[in-house]
C-alpha cells in the first residue's frame, strides 16, 4: 500500500491526532505540548526533548485534540494543578492566589497517580457490597425465596399470594437502583483504561460522582415511601392477624422485605444480650441472669449506668429492646465505652426521658449532627449542651403535631435500638406489638470514632446522683409524702407514722424492676 493512501487514511481517521508543524503531508503525533497548544511527529518534537528550558517548563502529553481547554478561563494561564478538593484543574495563580489557595493541590501526573489509586480501592469497596448484597437479580431473588419459602410450609394459600405480591413489587424497586451500581462500573472501567493523563483528570469529576452514587445505593431499603407500599403493608398487617401462631415469623419476614425501615429484623432477640453495670447505686440489683434491674426506693435513689453486652458477634447491625419503667428518668442509645462511667466525657448518641419529656441528644464536633424523625414528629433544640473535650452533646425536645399544635411525645414502654454499622446511623423504636413498631427518630452518628469504641447502654436516674446512705424521703403513687424516722415512715402531712404501708395501701419501698432486656 502507498504511503500516499496511508496518509488519507489516517486523516480520515477521527481518533488520530496529526502534527501541527508540518506543511503538507502531516505526519501522526507523537506528543502533545500543553503549553505550546500544538501536537507534534516525532520529527519536530526534537526540539521540545532537546532544549533544556523547553523539556522543562513545557509539560508533555499522549497526542489529544486540543479545544482551547488548556488554559485557565479566568486568568489566562496554563493548566498545570489539579484541585483535591474541588476536582478540577487549575492554573498557577488559582493555585496561590485565588479561591484554591487552601485547598490540596496536586501535579498532573501525582494527582493522576492518586486518583488511580483511589479508584482502585473504591472499586474494592464496591465488589465486596456487589458481594455482600447479591447484585445479581436473579441470586437475590432466588435468596428471598428461599428465605422466605423456610417459613412458609404450614401457611395458607393467601400468605404465598402475598409473597409474590412483595418480591414483585421490590424486585422492579431493586432492578432500577442497580442501574447505578452498574453506571459506576463502566465508568471506573473506563477510567482505568484511559492512559492519558489530562483527559483522565478530566473525566475523574463524573467518575467520582457515580462512584459516589453507586456507594449510597442500599438493595435492602425496600420499596420507596408511598401509598402503594403504605397499601401493601397495610395489607399484610391486616391478614397477618388472621394466620395461625406457626405463621407470624413468615409474616414478619414479608414486612421486613418490603418495609425494612420500620420492620427490619423484627424477630425475638437473643439472650446473649446482658447487662454489665458501670456504676449501680445502693438502691440497685441485677438479676442473676444480669438482664433485669431492681430498685429498692428505701436503700436509695434510682441511679446506674449500664453497657449492653452481646456474647455473639454482630455483622452489620445490632439490635436490642430494652423496658423501662414509667417512674424514672432513663437515657438509652450508644456512648463511647471508654466514658461510660462519666458520659460528658465522650460521645454519647441517645433518647434521654427526663422530666416527663422525650429529646435526642446527640455529640457533634465542629459540625453539627444530622438528625431525621419519622413521619409527623419533630425535633426541637432545647439550646442545652453538655461540652466535653473537642465534643458538643446537644439535647433535642422532639414532639409530634397534636390537636393542640406541638406536643411532646408521650414516653414509650418498650424502646427498639438499630445500629446500622454500614450506614453509621442509629435508630430509635417504640415497639407498639410483636411486628409493629413506631420510629421514634434516625440520627447519624457524625463524630470520627470507631464503631469499636462504641457500646449500647442504658443510664436510669440522673448521673452522679449516687446515695450511700438510706433513702430519707419516699413518695408514694398517690401523691402522700414519707421521711424515714429511725425504723419507719412518717406522713409528711399528719406526722402519723407508718411502717411500711401508705394510708392508701400500697407497700412502700418496694424493690420493683425498672428495667429489662426483651425477647422480642
Known sequence: MSDSIQTKRRRTDPQTVLCDMCAEDRKPAKKTCMKCEISMCVQHLQAHLTTPVLLQTHPLTEPMALCGNTKCSQHGKLLEYYCLDDMTCVCVSCAIEDQHRLHNMKTFSTAHKELLEKLKAEQLILQEKTDDENVSLEKWEKSEREKLGRCSVRLIEAVTK????????????????MVSLKTSKSSLEAAQKEKDTFRFLQMYSQVHQDVEKAKAVDLSKGLEPGSHRDKLVEEMRQNGEKMV?????????????VDPEH????????????????????????????????????????CATLLICSTKKASSFQRWVVSLSEESDWTIGLCDKKCAKNLKDGAVYGLIWEDKQLSSLTTKRNEGSQSSTSQGLKVQ???????????????SLITYQGENGEEPVPQPEKVEV??????????????????QREEIITM??????????????????????????????????????YNWNCNRYRDNSSGYSHQFVCSCGKALSVTEVVCKLCQS
Open 162 to 177: 402475598l409473597r409474590d405480591i412483595s418480591l414483585t413489587s421490590v424486585q422492579s424497586s431493586v432492578s432500577a437502583r
Open 245 to 257: 401462631k406457626q405463621a407470624s415469623q413468615f409474616w414478619g419476614s414479608l414486612l421486613t422485605l
Open 263 to 302: 420492620h427490619q429484623e423484627l424477630v425475638p432477640t437473643g439472650s446473649d444480650l446482658i447487662f454489665e453495670p458501670q456504676s449501680l447505686g445502693p438502691g440497685m440489683l441485677l438479676s442473676k441472669d444480669n438482664r433485669k434491674v431492681f430498685h429498692n426506693s428505701w436503700l436509695g435513689q434510682c
Open 381 to 395: 433544640n432545647t439550646g442545652t449542651a453538655r461540652i466535653g473535650t473537642q465534643l458538643v452533646t446537644t439535647s
Open 418 to 435: 438499630l445500629w446500622n454499622f454500614t450506614a453509621s446511623t442509629l435508630s430509635f423504636f417504640s415497639r407498639t406489638g410483636q411486628h
Open 444 to 481: 447519624k452518628l457524625k463524630v470520627s470514632i470507631n464503631n469499636r469504641d462504641l457500646a449500647p447502654f442504658v443510664q436510669l436516674g440522673k448521673q452522679n446522683i449516687h446515695s450511700t446512705t438510706q433513702q430519707q424521703d419516699w413518695k408514694c403513687s398517690c401523691g402522700k409524702g
